[in-house]
């Protein structure tokens, strides 16, 4: 007799419980559950009202653990299929490579023979020029590369010298601020000497740039008979 009327408590309790968890869900669902239902569950099956709440907040996460279970599910073989597809434009583009590395040998082998045979040509002309018997043309080449020489050290000096009117620049900054910082009535000597040296170079300067390009195109012009002379000497 006892054994049935524990028997049945426990399967009450268990009954009580699995409605207490059954409520639970519907509210972590969203479900309507009416305040009289949820107060008579509580009373039943022993619960307070914060027991429930953390079992609604536990069902809620669960069934969010449950949804991406789902998700990942279908996510899985999206992700599988995407790897086929990957696999396959993997065999495409080698596949692409070799044909490409296969079309373009053959190219790549020609550039090489004609890089060595342009090479060989450069070695064949120096030496056409240092074995040239015509002491004439010699002498006539040996003359223009020193004015060659002479044209670019002038160009390189004239460039020099129009760097003074960068220094000219430089010069009179400075000498504006130091009149600035001048007490009215003070004497200037000192800037007006800056000023003044700073004209003298920026005169320098100026004349030396305007006279570059005529050294440079004359530098252009030597260069060529040069190359002439050369071309004279290279021939058998």
Known sequence: MLKELFSELESRRKDRETDFWATARKLAAGEKV???AVE???TESGK???ELQAAVELMAQRAHWHEQRRKAAALEKEQAALRDR???EDKR???AEKAHADATAPFYARLDEIKAAISDASDAR???IRTCPDPELKAELAAVTQRLIELRARAAALRERGELVKQADRTEEAADRMAEGLVPGARTTRIDEMRERAARA????QEAL???PGVQEEIAKVEREEEAKYERMAKP
């Open 126 to 128: 120096r030496n056409l």
């Open 48 to 50: 307070t009202p914060t």
């Open 86 to 88: 990957v696999a396959a």
């Open 93 to 95: 583009l080698s596949a």
């Open 202 to 205: 920026r005169k320098v300067g």
């Open 40 to 42: 008579k569950l509580l």
């Open 34 to 36: 009416t305040a009289a």
């Open 210 to 212: 305007a006279a570059l």
